[in-house]
Nanobody, 124 residues
Framework: QVQLVESGGGLVQAGGSLRLSCTAS????????MGWFRQAPGKEREFVAA????????YYADSVKGRFTISRDNAKSTVYLQMNSLKPEDTAVYYC?????????????????WGQGTQVTVSS
């Protein structure tokens, strides 16, 4: 079993930055694809970013590309989401996800494990 715990959410003014962290349990962390999703009120959970086990391949939703950066530190079993130039439309609960042998990184059924989420609120 794998447990994921997010941290780093909060309230920030538009144009500001936040760094989310997700710490995972288990020795298999380094072999897992890791992803970030978000869900705003009244909307479906949407893909934000993903990173392969090697760290060499990253993927971003068009809405965040150029503003967000996903990275991982396998020695610390942690994945990060650096969020810059935040907009009010980024307001959502952000979820960390993980899974092995993932082919399609942009869909929620692809992931086996999920964190409880952390709230990000961007004010105008």
């Amino acid at each position: 079993q794998v447990q994921l715990v997010e941290s780093g959410g909060g309230l920030v003014q538009a144009g500001g930055s936040l760094r989310l962290s997700c710490t995972a349990s288990g020795r298999t962390f380094s072999s897992y694809t890791m992803g970030w999703f978000r869900q705003a009120p009244g909307k479906e959970r949407e893909f934000v970013a993903a990173i392969r086990w090697s760290g060499g391949s990253t993927y971003y939703a068009d809405s965040v590309k150029g503003r967000f950066t996903i990275s991982r530190d396998n020695a610390k079993s942690t994945v990060y989401l650096q969020m810059n130039s935040l907009k009010p439309e980024d307001t959502a609960v952000y979820y960390c996800a993980a899974g092995p042998r993932i082919v399609v990184v942009t869909t929620t059924p692809s992931y086996d494990y999920w964190g409880q989420g952390t709230q990000v609120t961007v004010s105008s």
